[in-house]
């Protein structure tokens, strides 16, 4: 069965850092484009980060980009996003979707990120 | 950037039809993938390209695209289609994913 799985999420103080992984299992991994996209509670989709295959094409949203890292390692079929000076509007959840037809395919359940003092 | 446009609900009675839709300049231009998301629940690809259905997404959901509008059509709904449903395309003026704010289908 394809999945991914994220991990990584908690409460964190304004300005800390955290690092989310995905785990992706069921696909070869290294042949896709993977994804971060948030939700903050009762609100829409916000696409934030793609990474492709090889990690030679990465885009970022422009609420993250210079504060937000994603990466991966095709080795462990690993997804990760290290974020940095966080803000209280970071607080949502973040889902790990693997790209396809410039869209998103598969998706996990989602980890929480909660900013607060 | 590229902004997409999705009434905040839309109510149907079972059995009846509906029809979600998504707004955009020249929308037509672009491939439009819609996503349904239960309470709780991740979001669900049901159409990519306009008009084409993953595998395990039932035949009554479809979808077009023309000009300015691309919609979602829901045939014989059912209780279990109540969700959010949301529209995205690829902006490829921005190197950006871009979504709709996305449609509460209520089934009365």
């Known amino acids: 069965e394809e999945q991914v799985v994220e991990s990584g999420g908690g409460l964190v103080q304004p300005g800390g850092s955290l690092r989310l992984s995905c785990r992706a299992s069921?696909?070869?991994?290294?042949?896709?484009?993977m994804n971060w996209v948030r939700q903050a509670p009762g609100k829409g989709l916000e696409w934030i980060a793609s990474?492709?295959?090889?990690?030679?094409?990465?885009l970022y949203a422009d609420s993250v980009k210079g504060r937000f890292t994603i990466s991966r390692d095709n080795a462990k079929n690993s997804l990760y996003l290290q974020m940095n000076s966080l803000r209280f509007e970071d607080t949502t959840v973040y889902y790990c979707?693997?790209?396809?037809?410039?869209?998103?395919?598969?998706w996990g359940r989602g980890t929480l990120v909660t900013v607060s003092s | 950037s590229y902004v997409l446009t999705q009434p905040p609900s839309v109510s149907v009675a079972p059995g009846e039809t509906a029809r979600l839709t998504c707004g955009g300049n020249d929308i037509v231009t672009k491939n439009v993938h819609w996503y349904q998301q239960k309470p709780g629940q991740a979001p669900l690809m049901v159409i990519f390209y306009d008009k084409d259905r993953p595998s395990g997404i039932p035949e009554r959901f479809s979808g077009s695209n023309s000009g300015n509008m691309a919609t979602l059509t829901i045939s014989r709904v059912e209780a279990g289609d109540e969700a959010d449903y949301f529209c995205?395309?690829?902006?490829?003026?921005?190197?950006?994913?871009?979504f709709g704010i996305g449609t509460k289908l209520t089934v009365l």
């Open positions: 990474i492709s295959d090889r990690r030679s094409i990465i």
């Open positions: 995205q395309v690829w902006d490829d003026s921005s190197d950006h994913y871009v």
């Open positions: 979707a693997r790209g396809r037809y410039r869209g998103f395919d598969l």
């Open positions: 069921g696909f070869i991994f290294d042949t896709y484009e």
